[in-house]
């Protein structure tokens, strides 16, 4: 027995979107769908075509004969349809904006470059300072070697005053010490002894009185006073006793000096 099938589907021509549920189901729903009634109508057809074979008689034939039935094997299912490529929609170009200009902040770069310049003006000062400082320092080294030099001078013409002085004062005392002597062997060559007061006398007061006086070059008194008195009613009376001295004029060189710084001391007892 020969079966013939044929699936008519207009359907087919068209190409469905393969990505919605119809497109799937015509895509392998109907294969699956021909292919189980092809099996179907198999089945059946064995299932009509099958006899209970009756038992074999007592005297079996000698050959028993077995037909074979070939049964149209099913169609092939189609090929599937080629899955349509769709292309996903052109993305529009990208627009590549220009870059964008550098905003320059000219105020910040004002104040930069017055940062650097009062920067540069505060190393400027710092340096002019620092100078300054050494200058200072120099001259106040240069100053205090003037003033040591300096102290170093004066101390040392204090010692040349000291020592001039030390050796005015030793001249001096060696003039002074040979004035002495002299004025110590210059005696008067004319001398008159003092009155003694009368209340001295009646009290019986006795003591010393000196006087000093200078000797002119024509050997006279000048200028007598009193170095000493021990007692007050003394003096009137030396000093007149003074003034009458008289003495050879000194002489140096051969002429006639002054001598001055004479001295005499009166002394009253009373005997």
Known sequence: MTMRMALHNDSLTRQPNPYSG????????????????????????????????????????DSVSLT??????????PPP????????????????????????????????????????ERLKEHERQQQALEREQQAERERERAREEQRRQQERQHQQALAAKAEQARLAAEQEARAR???????????????????????????DCTVQYDVTPNGRV??????????????????RAAAAFRYEPHRVNGEAIRVPGVRNTFRYRIE
């Open 22 to 61: 119809t497109a799937l189901w015509r895509q392998w729903g109907w294969p699956a769908c021909a292919t189980l009634l092809v099996h179907g109508l198999a089945l059946a057809t064995l299932a009509v075509n099958w006899a209970p074979v009756a038992p074999a008689p007592a005297h079996a034939p």
């Open 181 to 207: 002597q002299q004025i110590s062997q210059y005696q008067p060559v004319r001398k008159i002894a003092p009155d003694y007061p009368r209340r001295a006398l009646d009290h019986s007061i006795e003591g």
């Open 81 to 120: 349809l080629p899955e349509a490529v769709v292309e996903p929609p052109p993305q529009p170009a990208p627009v590549t904006k220009p870059a964008p200009e550098p905003v320059v902040d000219q105020a910040a770069i004002a104040r930069e470059r017055r940062a650097r310049e009062q920067e540069r």
């Open 222 to 239: 000048s200028q007598p006073s009193i170095v000493s008195c021990d007692d007050p009613l003394f003096e009137r009376p030396s000093l």
């Open 68 to 77: 074979l039935m070939s049964m149209p094997l099913p169609p092939p299912p």
